[in-house]
């Protein structure tokens, strides 16, 4: 899957290509990308179009307990004033869930010899990357909005002088670690499918296939909680005014 290109380029796995403006876009993950955008939307519309105040049906009884367990995790890592971002985690969640859930729609022409016609997208290092560095350049101007120029550059020094050379490469690597947390799971879960089809007997591999792929399903719901739990948590870092930064409590 992965390859290390002489001139120091990495391909991870092989997509078909077009090229716009001297760009290189891998289509099936631009249209797999797509897809998911359109399922949220059509998610989105869905339940406003059935919104009731009577008793819910399942997909606004869904989308209900997703915004109120966010709505509590805001709660708990920022207050009260921490519900505006509340929509972008909810968002967040469901799309990062949609896009890692599509991997598991069986879409390859000739399954075991070909690849996905619609591979999850958060299985390329390009969608992490883009949310990623979108989520740390929203922080960063909410940090600015809560503490004042002086205090967004004051808060590097926090606890010591002495530490900020590790707090600031803290915030560059913070879009790096943010990308590579979910496309490494993905891609890794896409891998172990591609190693069973590879090595283990033709008659044998498709069972090996239908044992991973539940668990692929479940590593792909943690990785959608995890990347939007760190998006509140760096929200909550970014507008808090205290010296140290607020963690998470825990309910008994």
């Not at 883009?130 to 120029?149: C, D, K, P, Q, T």
């Not at 990347?227 to 808090?240: D, G, H, I």
């Amino acid at each position: 899957m992965g390859m290390l290109m002489a001139s120091g380029n990495i391909s991870v796995g092989v997509h078909p290509v077009a090229h716009v403006f001297g760009l290189t876009i891998d289509t099936d993950i631009v249209t797999s990308t797509l897809l998911a955008a359109a399922i949220l939307l059509y998610m989105g519309f869905r339940v406003r179009a059935k919104v009731t105040d009577g008793v819910p049906g399942k997909l606004q009884l869904m989308w209900e307990l997703l915004v109120e367990q966010v709505n509590d995790l805001a709660d708990s890592a920022i207050g009260p004033k921490g519900r505006r971002f509340v929509p972008i985690g909810v968002t967040l969640f469901l799309f990062i869930l949609i896009c890692n859930w599509i991997g598991f729609i069986p879409s390859a022409l000739h399954p075991g010899s070909s690849a996905e016609i619609l591979p999850a997208p958060t299985s390329d290092v390009n969608l992490p990357l883009a949310m990623a560095l979108f989520v740390i350049a929203w922080v960063h101007i909410e940090s600015f909005r809560a503490r004042g120029i002086r205090g967004y550059f004051r808060h590097y020094k926090e606890p010591y002088l002495a530490l900020t050379p590790i707090n600031v490469i803290e915030e560059i690597t913070k879009p790096i670690t943010l990308t590579f947390r979910l496309f490494g799971n993905l891609f890794s879960g896409g891998l172990m499918i591609a190693v069973m089809v590879s090595l283990l007997p033709i008659f044998v591999s498709p069972l090996g296939e239908l044992i991973w792929k539940p668990f692929d399903l479940f590593i792909g719901l943690i990785q959608a909680y995890i990347f939007m739990l760190l998006t509140v948590l760096y929200f909550a870092f970014a507008t808090s005014h205290e010296e140290h930064e607020p963690v998470l409590e825990t309910s008994h």
